[in-house]
């Protein structure tokens, strides 16, 4: 009888199943847009699944993006970068809103800058939209980014929204939230927060946006300012994303030149692989 997770067959190589996460880098806050608050970048791409079939020997893709750039008075902070394994691809978070824009697209949506539009959740299925603006002028507020696990806030006359929920994987073993909105900034008021990875967004000139955790694929936080002498704080570069891999323990995983990973000590049958760096080209490969 086959080992666990070992499909054995005399007419091709023997295969093994991998569950996977594959989180990608978050966008970054939008930043430094006089007298409006600037919107938070959506979190990065979520992908997960129990089972994926894996040949021993074989080289498979394997990338982890890097978190977006904050953005500057006019620009949008940029997107995430995306992550890869084998044939699963999530895209990279969508950054947020400077000046008049909309939030850019992406894994999940980047939030909003005065009166524009949160950016929309691009491919479908692996994050949520981000937060609008209020809708009129002032629009004080920017919107929060988009989660892997809810849209984000919309800004108000006043204040920031938050940053849209990542969501829970316990494939290291433990509960951790991924993929989570940036929060975003406010000219005075309230600043919109962060969840799931995400950075929170700003409130003052004084005070600093949030960036995104690493490897944890959270979106960094928008901008704010004081109204009063119309001044703008900074936005903040979103984190960078992470893959995951689990499969039996009666393999051994190879990681290509270029990967940076963690393999602790085997348990209930298992091993888990963390890759916290990996660029264009690199692979893994078991034995």
């Not at 894994?107 to 909003?112: K, L, Q, R, W």
């Not at 919107?143 to 800004?155: D, E, F, L, M, P």
């Not at 900074?234 to 499969?247: F, P, R």
Request: glycine content about 34%; hydrophobic content about 30%.
């Amino acid at each position: 009888m086959p080992i666990l997770g070992i499909v054995a067959s005399q007419n091709r190589p023997r295969t093994f199943t991998v569950e996977y996460l594959v989180v990608a880098g978050g966008g970054g806050g939008g930043g430094m847009r006089l007298c409006v608050g600037n919107g938070g970048g959506g979190g990065g791409g979520y992908h997960t699944a129990s089972a994926i079939g894996i040949s021993p020997s074989i080289n498979y893709s394997v990338r982890v993006g890097a978190g977006g750039a904050r953005g500057t008075a006019t620009v949008n902070g940029t997107n995430g970068v995306e992550a890869i394994f084998s044939t699963v691809t999530s895209a990279g978070g969508g950054g947020g809103a400077s000046g008049n824009n909309n939030g850019s697209d992406g894994g999940s949506g980047g939030g909003s800058c005065n009166t524009g539009a949160g950016g929309a959740a691009t491919p479908s299925g692996q994050g949520n939209a981000g937060g609008g603006s209020s809708g009129s002028v002032p629009a004080l507020g920017g919107g929060g980014g988009g989660g892997a696990g809810a849209v984000g806030s919309a800004g108000t006359n006043s204040n920031g929204g938050n940053g849209g929920g990542g969501t829970a994987s316990s494939i290291s073993g433990s509960s951790v939230t991924y993929a989570g909105g940036g929060g975003g900034g406010s000219m005075g008021g309230t600043a919109g927060t962060a969840s799931g990875g995400g950075g929170g967004g700003s409130n003052s000139a004084a005070a600093s946006a949030s960036s995104g955790i690493i490897n944890r694929g959270g979106g960094g936080g928008g901008a704010g300012g004081n109204q009063g002498t119309c001044t703008n704080g900074e936005g903040a570069a979103g984190g960078s994303g992470v893959v995951i891999l689990k499969y039996p323990d009666t393999l051994t995983i190879t990681l290509g030149a270029g990967v940076t990973g963690t393999t602790p000590a085997a348990s209930g049958g298992f091993k888990v692989t963390t890759i916290t760096a990996a660029g264009i080209g690199n692979t893994v490969s078991w034995s």
